[in-house]
C-alpha cells in the first residue's frame, strides 16, 4: 500500500479505507495512527455504564466511597501500566497480539490462548450489548414508547448492526469513530457528572464492612473487577491496535497514551458509580440514568450507548484476528460477521440474567483466570527473555522454526498458572471458588498468584532451556526492532 492511500491531501477529508490487512505484520507505509487516535480508541471503549456497575461494586461490597475510590484509582495505576507495556509489543513489530504469542506458547501451543480469546470476545459483546439494551428501553418506556418482546429485539438489531458495520470495515473506520466522537462523548460526560454530584447526597465515609477482615476481602474482590484487573482484561487485544501506529513514533508516546486512555475514563466513571450508590442509588446502569436525569436522559443516553459500541467495535475485530491466529483461513471480515452472529446468541442469554452487577462480576472474576497467567507468560518472554527483540519471520513460519510448534516450557506454566489463579478465585458459584480463597476470609487474588505461578516458572524454564542451546544461535534468532 502506497501512502498516498494513507492521508488524504490538505483541506480535503480524511478518507476511511477498508482495512484488508489480516495478521501479517502491518507494512511501515498503512502504519500511520498517532499516539492521539491510540488514546481515543481506549477512552471510547471505557465510556461505558459497565464501569459504573463496577465502581458501585465497591459500595456493594461494604466499603466506603473513599475506600472505594482509593481502590480504583490506585489498583488502575498497575493495571494501566502492564496494558501500556502490551502495547509497545505492537508498536515495536506491527504485529496483533496473539500472534506475538506465538514466541512465548510456539505456533500450535498459541492456538490454545487464541480460541479462548475469540469466544471470551463474542461473549463480551454479547455482555456490553446487553447494557445498551437495557439503556436504550428504560429511557423509551420513560417516554411511553413500550414495545414489548418485539421492541426489544428490534433495538437489539440496529445496535448489532452499528456494531459490526464499523468492525466489518476494519481498523481506519474504528479509528475514525473514536476520533470524532469520543471528545464530544468526554464533554456530555463532563455535563454528566456535574449534574450527578449536584444532585446525588453521597455518603463518603460510611462502610458497612467494618472489621478488617471484611474490608481487606472487600478490598481484594474490588481490585479483581475494577481495579487492577480492569486493565489486565484488556491486555489480549493491546497489540491489534498499536501495531498501525508509526514506527517512529518514541515508546514512551504510545505507552503513556494507551495507558491513560485506559486509566482516564475507567476511574472516572467508577468513581461516579460508587458516589452514586453511596447516596442510595441503584447499581443498574438504566435506574441510574432515568432516576437522576428523567426526560433529560435522552443527551446522556446517547453517551451511554457509545462507550459499548465503541467496546464491541474492538471485541468484534480483535475476535477476527484472534481466529485468523489459530489457523482459520478466510478473510477478516468474514470472521468479524460470523462473530457477530455467535455474539447475538450470548446476549440473548444475557437477556435473562436477574442481577448484571453480579453476572458481570462473575464474568470479569472468570476471564482474570486465564489472561493473568497467559500475559505474565508474554510480558516475560517478550521483554525479560528477549529484551524487546523478537525475529518475526518464524512467528510465521512452519514447525521447524526455532520457536518450534509447541513450547512445552509455556504450556506447563500456562497450566500450573490457571491452577494457582483458580486457587485463590472467589467467584459467584461454588466451581470458581478455590480453596485458598476459602481458606482465607473470601479473598481473590487469582491475577495475582496466576501471574506471579506462570510468569515466575516460565523465566526459569526459559532461562534453563537457553543455556542448552549455544550463545550464536541465540543471537542469530533475534532482530533489533525499531523503538
Known amino acids: 500500500m502506497s501512502p498516498s492511500h494513507d492521508t488524504a491531501p490538505a483541506g480535503e477529508p480524511e478518507a476511511v479505507r477498508f482495512d484488508d490487512h489480516g495478521i501479517e505484520p502491518i507494512p511501515a507505509a498503512a502504519r500511520d495512527s498517532t499516539p492521539w487516535q491510540q488514546f481515543w480508541i481506549w477512552a471510547g471503549a471505557n465510556i461505558a455504564p459497565i ?22 484509582a490506585v489498583g488502575n495505576l498497575f493495571g494501566c501500566a502492564i496494558f501500556g507495556l502490551f502495547n509497545l509489543m505492537g508498536h515495536r513489530t506491527g504485529v496483533n497480539q496473539m500472534v506475538l504469542g506465538r514466541g512465548a506458547f510456539g505456533r500450535r501451543g498459541a492456538i490454545v490462548p487464541g480460541v479462548v480469546q475469540g469466544l471470551l470476545t463474542m461473549g463480551w459483546v454479547g455482555v456490553n450489548t446487553w447494557v445498551v439494551l437495557d439503556l436504550v428501553l428504560a429511557i423509551l418506556a420513560q417516554l411511553g414508547v413500550h414495545g414489548g418482546a418485539g421492541l426489544k429485539y428490534l433495538v437489539a438489531g440496529v445496535i448489532m448492526a452499528v456494531q459490526l458495520f464499523l468492525a466489518l470495515y476494519g481498523f481506519y473506520a474504528i479509528r475514525t469513530f473514536e476520533k470524532y466522537t469520543v471528545p464530544a462523548t468526554v464533554l456530555l460526560m463532563a455535563v454528566m457528572t456535574v449534574l450527578a454530584v449536584s444532585q446525588t447526597d453521597a455518603d463518603w465515609t460510611t462502610a458497612t464492612a467494618v472489621t478488617p477482615g471484611s474490608k481487606f476481602t472487600a478490598v481484594t474482590q474490588l481490585l479483581t473487577a475494577i481495579g487492577i484487573g480492569w486493565g489486565i482484561s484488556w491486555l489480549p487485544y493491546s497489540a491489534d491496535y498499536s501495531r498501525f501506529v508509526r514506527a517512529g513514533t518514541p515508546g514512551r508516546s ?6 491513560l486512555g485506559m486509566y482516564v475514563p475507567t476511574v472516572w466513571l ?23 436525569f428523567g426526560i433529560m ?3 446522556v443516553l446517547l453517551l451511554i450507548m457509545h462507550g459499548p459500541i465503541a467496546t464491541n467495535i474492538l471485541n468484534l475485530y480483535s475476535c477476527s484476528l484472534a481466529a485468523l491466529s489459530v489457523g482459520i483461513r478466510i478473510a477478516r471480515w468474514k470472521l468479524t460477521l460470523a462473530a457477530g452472529v455467535v455474539a447475538s446468541g ?5 437477556l435473562q440474567a436477574d442481577s448484571f452487577a453480579r453476572a458481570f462480576d462473575h464474568w470479569m472474576v472468570s476471564i482474570l483466570v486465564w489472561i493473568s497467567p497467559w500475559a505474565s507468560i508474554v510480558l516475560v518472554d517478550f521483554f525479560v527473555i528477549r529484551k524487546g527483540r523478537i525475529d518475526l519471520p518464524p512467528l510465521y513460519g512452519d514447525s521447524a522454526s526455532p520457536y518450534g510448534p509447541v513450547n512445552r516450557g509455556a504450556m506447563i506454566s500456562l497450566g500450573l498458572g490457571l491452577v494457582a489463579a483458580w486457587s485463590w478465585q472467589f467467584g459467584m458459584v461454588p466451581a470458581t471458588q478455590g480453596p485458598i480463597a476459602r481458606a482465607l476470609n473470601d479473598t481473590d487474588f487469582s491475577w495475582l498468584s496466576g501471574g506471579l505461578v506462570a510468569g515466575g516458572l ?3 524454564l526459559a532461562r534453563r532451556a537457553a543455556r542448552r542451546v549455544p550463545a550464536p544461535e541465540v543471537r542469530a534468532r533475534e532482530e533489533v526492532l525499531p523503538r
Open 51 to 72: 464501569n459504573w456497575v463496577l465502581g458501585a461494586l465497591g459500595i456493594t461490597l461494604g466499603l466506603s466511597l473513599v475506600e472505594t475510590i482509593a481502590v480504583v
Open 297 to 299: 436522559a435522552i443527551p
Open 346 to 350: 450470548v446476549l440473548a442469554v444475557f
Open 270 to 292: 467508577a468513581a461516579l458509580g460508587a458516589y452514586l450508590a453511596s447516596g442510595g442509588g441503584s447499581a443498574d446502569p438504566s435506574s441510574l440514568v432515568t432516576g437522576l
Open 254 to 259: 504510545v505507552f503513556w497514551s494507551t495507558a
Open 458 to 460: 516460565y523465566y526459569l
